[in-house]
Structure formats: C-alpha cells, structure tokens
C-alpha cells in the first residue's frame, strides 16, 4: 500500500502504525515533523496495546485481542516501539553532517532512553 508523500504527515504516521510499520511512522513524527511529543505519545498507545490484557478487568482491547490472536506477530511489533523511536532517532543522527558533535536526534535518543529504560531493548535499539 502506498500513501502520498506530501502532506498530512500526521494521518500518515498513524496509517503507517496501523499496519504495524512504526519505523516509517515514528521517521515522519520525529524527521518531518520534528515531534518528539508526538512520538512518544505514539509509542505509548502502541506500547499500552501490546502489553493490555484482554482479560483485565475494564479491558477496552477486544479488537486488538482478536488482531493478535490472528497475526501474534504484531505483539512483538507493538512491545518493542520505544526501540524502534530509539533507532529512528539514531539514524537520523548518523546521517547528519558532522555526526561527531551531538545532535538533536542524539540527545532525544538519550532522553527516551533514560525516561524509560524499562521500555527499551538498548540491543535491539542500536541493531
């Protein structure tokens, strides 16, 4: 499936995370954006659907039971996003001009890393 490259940026990302693709979506939130917030925000969704358990008590997640009961694939996408932001994040930074003095991506990197350091798989992140 394509989606237009120009314009609604944000309803992009979302359809990208939609189909699991969050790379391509925390790219856009966090590179054309420039939206940590953003990002972070769609990391905690995608996180928060992963980790729910449909047998909790006032458990909203009916849908996203069925979905991973059909494809249990896409629970390992979703629990590992904030590892995902972190590589966006780095990327970005390894392709900057003059990567040897720290950049913006570099530093919100470290900040995801150090407000959630629970969330994160540092050797998956810099896989």
């Not at 979302?14 to 969050?22: I, Q, T, W």
């Not at 590179?31 to 449909?54: E, K, N, Y």
């Not at 904030?82 to 392709?95: C, G, P, T």
Request: glycine residues 6%.
């Amino acid at each position: 499936t394509r989606l237009p490259k120009d314009g609604m940026l944000e309803e992009r990302a979302l359809a990208l995370g939609r189909m699991r693709r969050h790379y391509q979506a925390l790219g856009l939130l966090v590179g054309d954006l420039g939206d940590l917030d953003s990002a972070l925000a769609f990391c905690d969704r995608v996180w928060a659907r992963g980790h729910a358990s449909p047998d909790a008590p006032g458990a909203t997640t009916t849908a996203a039971a069925q979905e991973y009961r059909a494809h249990p694939e896409w629970r390992a996408l979703d629990t590992c996003v904030y590892d995902v932001l972190v590589k966006a994040l780095l990327d970005r930074d390894a392709a900057a001009p003059g990567a040897d003095e720290p950049t913006p991506e570099r530093q919100q990197a470290l900040l995801v890393l150090r407000r959630f350091p629970k969330r994160v798989d540092l050797a998956a992140a810099l896989d």
